[in-house]
């Protein structure tokens, strides 16, 4: 078997274009892997199996589970500008700057303390750098389309602030309020284990911070229609 790791928000896309919707991640979803899987079955004649052991899950359920692995915090670099063509821009470390750090910044943060978060991004933390925040609204529907970059979509760009700032329950919700039914485990949730107590903000972060995630649940509610 040929076995990928792509979770169940890939399928979603970033813009629509005369009514066609455009996936950067298109080959990492659903439509792709239901198509390849029956090609290859077709043409080995069963030999192989082609699926993603991620597809029931969301993006915020991997990152929980990632949360507990704290051998690997320190390993595991997500920005692409590993993977600049020049190598004179390539980096060996967080840029700290761009959407897919300020995704995984995000998508982490109801989970893994600020300090923790501060030293995998050393020291340049997006979401301790207000600058960046057109590009936390545009993951979070706020402004332009979903980033062509591989990142989550907006309900669990959402679900992930909610939990940030201890509005699990919905707009104005309390931490111990329950969770948000997005936040649920299993394929059709984007959770994943554990209770209300572990999507509680950590009250150690720097206020810069707070401010700013603040800020973005505030105009995500006013977009809800929640205030």
């Known amino acids: 078997a040929v076995v990928m790791s792509n979770e169940r928000s890939a399928s979603a896309g ?3 274009v005369d009514g066609a919707e455009v996936n950067h991640q298109w080959s990492k979803g659903w439509e792709f892997e239901e198509s390849f899987s029956t090609l290859v079955a077709g043409t080995l004649e069963g030999a192989v199996r082609y699926f993603s052991l991620l597809r029931p899950f969301s ?16 390993e595991f670099q997500s920005c692409n500008r590993a993977f600049a063509v020049d190598p ?31 030293a995998i991004f050393s020291g340049n933390e997006p979401l301790a750098n207000p600058a960046l925040i057109e590009q936390f609204r545009a993951l979070l529907g706020l402004g332009g389309h979903k980033p062509f970059e591989c990142v989550g ?6 679900a992930a602030l909610q939990a940030a700032t201890g509005r699990v329950g919905g ?20 959770g994943g284990t554990g209770g209300a ?15 700013l995630l603040d800020k973005l649940a505030g105009e995500v509610e006013a977009a809800q229609g929640g205030v």
């Open 14 to 16: 970033n813009v629509s």
């Open 59 to 74: 993006e915020l359920w991997v990152a929980r589970q990632f949360a507990g692995m704290t051998d690997y915090h320190r």
């Open 88 to 118: 004179a821009r390539r980096l060996d470390r967080w840029c700290g700057t761009c959407d897919k750090c300020c995704f995984v910044d995000l998508v982490l943060a109801p989970f893994v303390a600020a300090e923790e978060l501060s």
């Open 153 to 158: 979509d907006v309900a669990e760009c959402r």
């Open 171 to 190: 707009p104005g919700g309390a931490p111990d309020e329950g969770r948000d039914k997005g936040l649920d485990e299993g394929p059709g949730g984007t």
């Open 197 to 211: 107590a572990a999507l509680r903000p950590d009250p150690g972060r720097p206020p810069s911070r707070r401010l």
